[in-house]
């Protein structure tokens, strides 16, 4: 599962998003931690859609 965080990091990095995003992901993956590792990483996708939908429109999260 270390490997998939660390993919997730770049694609955050990659994509110009803020580093509240990868906090945001970090610490979702430490409280749900006991979800099935599919299901988390689905969640945290969707962490990161939203703050790429929130740079489209130049929201702040």
């Keep these: 599962m270390y490997q998939e965080l660390v993919e997730l990091a770049k ?4 994509a ?5 995003c990868l906090y ?3 610490e979702y993956a430490k ?3 006991q979800l099935p590792k599919d ?3 689905k969640q945290l ?3 990161i859609e939203n703050y790429k939908i929130g740079n489209i429109y130049g929201n702040t999260m």
């Design 45 to 47: 996708n969707i962490i």
């Design 11 to 14: 694609e955050v990095h990659n």
């Design 39 to 41: 299901e988390l990483f």
């Design 16 to 20: 110009g998003l803020s580093y509240d």
């Design 24 to 26: 945001d992901i970090v």
């Design 31 to 33: 409280e749900n931690n």
